[in-house]
């Protein structure tokens, strides 16, 4: 992960300048390990990079910022060098659009600060991939822009639990919203802008879905197949460049063997290992898969039992590294970062790769929706009949069903809703910590203001915005931080401007990356319906652990605020009645939130040394 912290202040405001040496002088320490990668008034950026990391600062000249992270010249299809040297009048255009025009000109992980000194506006911008962390606290005057909390390490600086976004966090494991754990820090998410002016701070959406999926393309079905294989295939050829060792996490799954084949093909590929996850236990056991795939692309492939370095959940997770929120992906990382160092060691990786985005970007969902997308777009066109015939197949509904909600959607364009989060129940919640208004306090801000678009449209808009802001660094040292290559701008940008109908083709899911990977992708994983899980084995490790587990929960932090009940919990954990598997989230989100919460409130609630 790439760590920074920058400080952003008012250099016109005289009370700040004996905070900024204050602040300043704990990472200029000689100690600190830290570097001023970039300074000019009213900005500070200091950077500890991990060596042989591929992400990297760009200098803007005159004064106007420093962009950190990997950059990738859009339509070009190839790196910006590390020595390369973005020319003053595109810094110029950067600064006057607050960023905007920097996302036309580039894409790839990064976070961009940018300063405007013809009106004192400063800028930060987190791209759309969300791959570099981002959040935001503030001192005295002083705004601190940072990745891993961790690094807050200054005197005067507290910090206080938000109870009520941990219980919306108990309430949906998923959410994603600029609320974090503490009170005093807000996230940018992935595509966000924050503005500094002299009258305030601004967060904003920058890069927008919803503006992308208003322009949709009109593409007969071979073109945008052959459209959607190229671009997956640029950008994993300038990821791959990037690269000397990638291990890749191979699930027998059709996005990471798409993701395999477009590696196999890519010019400058580096050394690739493939690494299958496997147990014994029903549907998590996908190695045949794996195996023909690894095969198709002339790659090693190891297979590691799950029970291979993965541990129970015991006291170690009380010493895990401190983070702005509670997550379920950080927890499970962790329990398994032991065996994901060994093999990324065995084979000298530099970063984890993982077929990620694809159910969300080739469109796995099972929706009669493509039908209704299709009779707001398109009309009383020919091409109707058909796609509420591929949209019964896909759904499984009816195929009349699907014909009256396509033909009412010629006239009306009812919103679509999260009926998953409305038909919750609060497994495990105190009746008062239930939230008030689960919609607003759920809602990430691209699913606001996006009625006038189909409704299939907004469902893949609003799994996106879960998906962007979920990955996040394990709570330990990772050798090979994971990456998620699908999740590049041009191939999100163009998903999210092909309709549903289209990514739906054939009345399957992801029937477009089908057709477009044919040759890419081994025909018995393009024919597979069903797809691979690790859920029992993680049920499994959460009952070994439950002796454990239930000391925690029982004498916890969140029993003790009066946020999850010991009635409803205490029969899972004695193991006096068995797990179904709808409460199985709930329940681990409690597990995380409260090893959360409890290394906060035991003694590092201040983060001074």
């Given amino acids: 992960m790439l760590r920074y912290v920058a400080l952003v202040w008012d250099p016109l405001d005289p009370n700040t300048q004996d905070h900024i040496r204050t602040l300043s002088e704990v990472f200029d320490r000689a100690d600190a390990a830290w570097t ?253 898969y794996a195996r023909c795939a690894a095969a198709m692309a002339g790659v090693d492939l190891l297979e590691r039992h799950w029970r291979q370095g993965s541990r129970l959940i015991d006291e170690r997770a009380l010493t895990l590294q401190l983070a702005a929120k509670p997550a379920l992906p950080q927890l499970a990382a962790s329990l398994d970062i032991d065996s994901r160092n060994q093999i990324a060691t065995e084979v000298s990786a530099q970063a984890a790769w993982t077929g990620q985005g694809g159910d969300h970007l080739f469109y796995e969902m099972a929706t009669p929706l493509m039908a209704s997308d299709f009779a707001r777009i398109r009309g009383l066109r020919p091409g109707l009949l058909r796609a509420i015939h591929e949209g019964a197949r896909v759904s499984g509904e009816s195929y009349a069903s699907v014909a009256t909600r396509a033909l009412h959607a010629l006239w009306s364009n009812p919103a679509w809703t999260p009926a998953h989060l409305l038909k919750r129940k609060p497994y495990f919640l105190s009746q008062d910590a239930v939230p008030n208004d689960v919609l607003n306090n759920t809602a990430h801000p691209w699913t606001c203001d996006c009625d006038d678009l189909p409704a299939g449209k907004q469902l893949q808009i609003y799994f996106l915005g879960e998906l962007t802001n979920r990955h996040r660094s394990a709570l330990v040292d990772e050798r090979a931080p994971e990456h998620h290559p699908l999740m590049s701008q041009p191939l999100i940008e163009l998903c999210l401007r092909l309709p549903t109908f289209t990514l739906l083709s054939g009345g399957r899911s992801r029937g477009l990356a089908r057709s477009a990977f044919v040759d890419y992708v081994p025909m018995s994983i393009l024919d597979r319906e069903t797809k691979g899980s690790t859920t029992s084995f993680w049920m499994q490790t959460v009952h070994e652990s439950s002796g454990f587990l239930r000391e925690l929960l029982h004498d916890g932090v969140l029993l003790r605020e009066r946020i999850v009940k010991r009635e409803s919990i205490e029969p899972y954990l004695s193991r006096s009645r068995p797990m179904p598997l709808e409460l199985f989230p709930s329940l681990l989100a409690c597990v995380a939130a409260e090893i959360w919460a409890r290394a906060w409130t035991d003694q590092r609630l201040s983060l001074a040394a």
């Fill in 36 to 288: 001023c990668a970039y300074q000019t008034p009213g900005l500070l950026v200091y950077t500890m990079r991990k060596p042989g990391s591929v992400l990297r600062g760009y200098g803007l000249p005159d004064g106007r910022g420093i962009v950190l992270g990997r950059l990738f010249k859009q339509g070009t299809h190839s790196a910006c060098a590390g020595d390369a040297v973005i020319d003053s009048d595109s810094a110029g255009r950067y600064v006057a659009s607050g960023g905007a025009e920097l996302i036309k000109d580039y894409w790839g992980g990064y976070v961009a600060f940018l300063v405007d000194a013809t009106n004192g506006r400063r800028y930060v911008l987190r791209d759309c991939s969300g791959r570099v962390p981002c959040f935001l606290t503030q001192y005295r005057s002083i705004s601190i822009v940072f990745a891993d909390i961790n690094d807050i390490r200054v005197p005067g600086i507290r910090f206080h639990i938000d109870w009520e976004y941990l219980a919306t966090f108990l309430y949906y494991e998923q959410l994603q919203v600029r609320r974090s754990g503490l009170a005093e820090v807000t996230e940018l998410l992935a595509g966000d802008q924050v503005e500094f002016s002299q009258s305030g701070t601004v967060q904003r959406v920058l890069w927008d879905p919803r503006a992308i999926a208003r322009d949709p393309l009109r593409l007969a079905t071979h073109a945008a197949a052959q459209t959607l294989r190229g671009t997956a295939q640029a950008c994993v050829n300038d990821w791959a460049q990037q690269y000397d060792s990638v291990l890749h996490n191979l699930s027998g799954g059709l996005d990471s063997a798409v993701l395999l084949g477009c590696l196999a093909r890519a010019p400058n590929r580096p050394r690739v290992t493939c690494l299958n996850r496997f147990t014994e236990l029903a549907g998590e056991d996908e190695r045949p």
